[in-house]
């Protein structure tokens, strides 16, 4: 048997799973099913503070993904952290895959099931679809088998995150052809559908999704977005202020330019704008080079325009001009850490920082409106923490509630339903 570890100092337990039997036969006080439809025997395993998703398959596919995943994650992709591959094991058995569980994350089961979902909240989920499956094919990734089922989702102020899961069909090359993107986006679409359709027959999706019309609005999504950022503009010479309205365009959608081409026609009648767009995040590199944090794209867009709001405070208060750098340091000391920091230490983790103090925002907003005033930032945070995240639900490690279709399948001792 092989095992082969990617940062064994980081997941020190991993050698102690029990390598020698199937995973169905695995028994172990905290390991779970999971949600969906899967090709292979998949668990997720509690190991003390972390939690891990152990997939069985074929050696040459678990080695293969393995490899796919590590590569989109040194590209800087969303993608859930591999963490070991198993092959060589004894009796014929396959090999193994095992990735960390991405913190925070839901599956589209947990986001779209229930009474209380709507159209809107698929509508966010089919945004950060698309974006995932651009990001992916501008990297030259062909996935093979897009799904809701091989993608995770995180919230991300207001909007959803997506990532990339299951890859055992996936594809590097230098670039994709038209025909193979076509190809994976029709594959997308139907599988989309499929995978919604499964919910309304179980009666767990809201009248008024239709997966249909889910589908098709990926499609045009999906072509409107890779249009937007590698379509080339041509304009006349006097007209070089689209130029800057181009690149607000790809900033607002994300992306940074690493290099604009500039090209003048024969004539010298026209410009011709071709981007050479390199990645998207333009806000969180932004919100990270200014404070450090670690963030989401959205939530670093929302976090950006709190600190320029906060610097116009400070100046309409004491007409000084803050710059960018000083601006942002003092934010992070006297709003963003102020806020976190007065969170009682069992609630502060039900969400990423960037996200709770997002929705903190949302809510003091929301009550200044009700009271028809500026709700002092104490005031707010224990208004903030009465009554929003008292009664959240911890979305640290999504576990379901125990089901027919979601079981908890430990039986040793310090078994949960959790």
Not at 21 to 43: A, E, K, N, T
Not at 87 to 100: A, M, V
Not at 325 to 339: G, I, K, M, N, Q
Not at 354 to 363: I, P
Request: aromatic share 6%; net charge negative.
């Amino acid at each position: 048997m092989r095992l082969q570890l990617a940062s064994p100092a980081e997941h020190p337990r991993i050698s102690g799973l029990p390598f020698a039997q199937s995973l169905d036969d695995w028994d172990l006080p905290q390991i779970y099913g999971v949600l969906g439809i899967h090709r292979h025997v998949v668990r997720r395993v509690m190991l003390g503070p972390n939690a891990y998703v152990v997939k069985e398959l074929p050696d040459d596919l678990a080695e293969r993904e393995y490899r796919l995943l590590r590569e989109l994650a040194d590209d800087g992709l969303p993608t859930a952290e591999v963490v070991a591959v198993v092959t060589g094991r004894s009796d014929q058995r396959d090999g193994i895959l095992i990735t960390r569980h991405l913190d925070y994350s839901l599956p589209f089961r947990s986001l779209l099931s229930g009474a209380t979902m709507t159209a809107s909240h698929s509508e966010h989920l089919l945004d950060a679809l698309v974006g995932l499956l651009v990001r992916l094919h501008l990297e030259g990734f062909y996935w093979g088998d897009c799904s809701l089922s091989n993608t995770l989702f995180r919230r991300d102020a207001g909007a959803l995150s997506a990532y990339v899961i299951d890859v055992e069909t996936g594809e590097r090359h230098h670039r994709l052809t038209d025909g193979q993107r076509t190809l994976d986006l029709d594959i997308a679409m139907e599988n989309i559908a499929g995978g919604l359709l499964d919910l309304q027959a179980a009666g767990h999706l809201s009248d008024e999704i239709d997966p249909a019309e889910i589908a098709i609005a990926l499609g045009d999504r999906y072509h409107n977005l890779w249009a937007e950022l590698t379509r080339t503009d041509e304009f006349e010479p006097q007209d070089s202020f689209r130029i800057e309205q181009r690149l607000d365009r790809l900033h607002d959608l994300g992306f940074d330019v690493d290099e604009m081409e500039i090209i003048t026609t024969d004539d010298g009648q026209q410009l011709r704008i071709v981007p050479r767009v390199v990645e998207h995040g333009y806000h969180l590199h932004r919100l990270h080079d200014l404070t450090g944090l670690v963030t989401q794209e959205n939530q670093a867009r929302r976090l950006l325009n709190d600190i320029r709001a906060f610097a116009s405070e400070h100046s309409d208060r004491t007409a000084q001009t803050l710059d960018d750098t000083t601006a942002a340091d003092r934010w992070l000391h006297e709003r963003f850490e102020a806020v976190i920091d007065a969170i009682p230490a069992e609630l502060v983790s039900k969400l990423e920082e960037a996200e709770l103090y997002h929705q903190f925002l949302e809510h003091r907003r929301s009550i200044s409106e009700a009271a028809g005033r500026d709700i002092a930032l104490d005031e707010a945070v224990a208004s903030f923490i009465d009554g929003v995240l008292t009664t959240a639900p911890h979305e640290q490690i999504h576990i379901p509630e125990p089901t027919t279709e979601h079981p908890v399948i430990g039986s040793g001792p310090g078994a949960t339903d959790r």
